[in-house]
């Protein structure tokens, strides 16, 4: 997939199959031209090494246009030679500093490819200098903001003027819904969350962003209700088991929330974390036995973490003098006090 738009060029050529391309331009000549058009068909065919072979003949025959320089910029991201497609589409802007998608397209490629976000900004800026209704770069504009340098109110600013140009994107209020939900507005992340899911109903992670908000306003049981539309979604998403399941332990419904870790561990056995949980629930709810096995098994994914924790974890405390708990301490060198070992 190229790295940005390219409507403003050239009408899509009406492109014939593959073994016909020799015979539908054998009767041009090598112009420019010529060679411009035939690489256009080549790239729309995605056949990409002969397109660039004809954007780099064209821009011999005429190294003034615009058009080669950018076109042969979109083919390189094609092959991930991305430092030279900045370059080509330097060139491009030497001849023309007034187009919009050559700047938006260097912003994309500085920041997604080459992990320069401060020049890609400096990029997306001129684009919205030049063209200041157009969705695209007011969107990664915000993106980048709120990604890379934490300005989550100017990027909120930013995903308000996309959505003034496409007041109907899901994109845009979705990431308006990350920022808000980084600046800890989260009543107001929730309503952009909303406006996401009247999009796209069904998308994983609108509706798990909207109840990590819940979470953090301590609205726990509206949180489990967006988790279970995660899990309605797609029952292999693991945030959704691993959040519903920590929410359910914090409400005290154990077995459910075991349930929910038994769901997570199945998508990722390796995680201590679950297997720490899970233990504490059974902790909690005295089955010693139990608990005894899921933290063994946190401690084959996790030793230096699990080790630590348990010496202090008050979930613990239920389990924590019962002969088969003391017994294992001892058998895992965890009854002496860190300093001692």
């Not at 690489?39 to 058009?67: H, K, M, N, T, W």
Request: proline content about 3%; aromatic content about 14%; overall charge negative.
């Amino acid at each position: 997939m190229t790295a940005f738009n390219t409507s403003d060029l050239s009408r899509p050529l009406s492109v014939p199959a593959e073994t016909d391309l020799d015979r539908y331009f054998e009767s041009y000549w090598e112009t420019y031209s010529a060679c411009y058009q035939r690489g256009r068909a080549c790239e729309e065919a995605e056949r990409y090494r002969e397109a660039l072979v004809r954007y780099e003949a064209a821009i011999e025959i005429d190294p003034s246009q615009f058009d080669g320089w950018y076109r042969r910029a979109n083919v390189l991201v094609e092959f991930g030679d991305y430092h030279q497609a900045i370059e080509s589409l330097d060139r491009a802007l030497e001849l023309d500093d007034q187009s919009y998608w050559g700047w938006y397209g260097r912003g994309c490629i500085l920041w997604e490819y080459l992990g320069e976000p401060d020049a890609a900004l400096a990029s997306f800026e001129q684009a919205i200098r030049l063209h200041p209704d157009d969705y695209w770069a007011w969107y990664r504009r915000g993106y980048l903001l709120a990604e890379e340098f934490e300005r989550f109110d100017a990027a909120i600013e930013c995903f308000d003027a996309a959505i003034d140009a496409r007041p109907q994107d899901f994109w845009a209020w979705y990431r308006r819904g990350n920022a808000q939900r980084y600046a800890k507005r989260y009543r107001a992340a929730i309503r952009s969350y909303d406006r996401a899911i009247a999009q796209r109903q069904d998308d994983y992670w609108a509706w798990l962003r909207r109840g990590d908000c819940f979470a953090l306003l301590g609205e726990r049981e509206a949180a489990i209700q967006c988790y279970d539309h995660t899990i309605a979604i797609d029952d292999t998403g693991f945030w959704g088991w691993c959040k519903r399941a920590d929410l359910l332990r914090q409400l005290g419904q154990l077995e459910a929330a075991i349930t929910s870790y038994d769901y997570a561990i199945k998508i990722d056995p390796h995680d201590s974390v679950l297997w720490y949980n899970r233990a504490c629930c059974f902790s909690l709810g005295g089955n010693s036995s139990a608990a005894i096995g899921s933290l063994q098994q946190s401690l084959i994914c996790n030793p230096e973490t699990t080790r630590q924790s348990v010496r202090s974890d008050q979930d613990l405390d239920p389990i924590r003098t019962t002969p088969e708990f003391a017994t294992w301490l001892k058998i895992q060198k965890l009854d002496e006090p860190m300093n001692n070992r």
